[in-house]
Each structure stands twice: as C-alpha cells, then as structure tokens.
C-alpha cells in the first residue's frame, strides 16, 4: 500500500453507518437502547396494570357495600312491610268488633221497644 492511502484508511468515515465503530446502529448500542426501551415497556405495563388492579379493588369495595346497603333494605323492608301486616290485621279486627256492636246497638233499641 502507498504510503498516503494508509494514512487515509486510519481516518474515520464521517458519515455515520458506514463505519462499525462510528455507526449509530452500533449493536452493542442497539442492544442497549432495546434493553432500555423494553424495561420502560415492561415497567410502563406494569405501572397500568397495578392502577387496573387498585380500581377494581375499589369497584369490589364499592359494589360489596351497595350489596349489604341493598341486603339490609331488603331486610329492613321486610320486618316493614311484615309490621305494616300486623297492624292492618289489627284495625281489620278491631273494625269487625266495632261493626259487630254497631248492629248489636241498633238492634237493642228495636228489641227493647217502647212501654
């Protein structure tokens, strides 16, 4: 080799991907660049899948507490409506005594007559 070319060929090329040592897609660079950007993928989904997870144990908790409010409506409602059953039981009973005497009383006054 001449002289002037050895010199030329220990000069680095300036264009970037021509030259191993230079290039941007060095391998050892990639390989560092894919390790990174699949940490941030995997810590960006894990990051999502850990909010998921937080908003259904808040959708639990929520939904647990609508189903006793409603179990205990239902509860409280029942002992209503069972009370409410009681007590129209008891005016219908009490409505009948009364109707009772009512006709006994308009039959008394008849029954005595008149001296």
Not at 55 to 68: S, T
Not at 104 to 115: I, M, N, T, V, Y
């Amino acid at each position: 080799m001449p002289a002037g070319l050895a010199s030329l060929s220990s000069i680095p090329d300036p264009q970037p991907g021509r030259d191993g040592k230079h290039s941007i897609h060095h391998p050892g660079i990639c390989t560092t660049c894919d390790c990174r950007l699949k940490n941030q993928t995997e810590k960006n989904e894990k990051a999502h899948q850990d909010y998921l997870n937080e908003v259904l144990k808040r959708w639990a908790n929520d939904l647990a507490l609508v189903r006793e409010k409603a179990a205990v409506s239902e509860t409280n409602d029942h002992k209503l409506m069972l009370e409410l059953g009681n007590r129209l039981s008891s005016i219908e009973s009490k409505l009948e005594l009364l109707m009772g005497e009512q006709k006994r009383e308009k039959k008394l006054p008849s029954s005595h007559g008149d001296p």
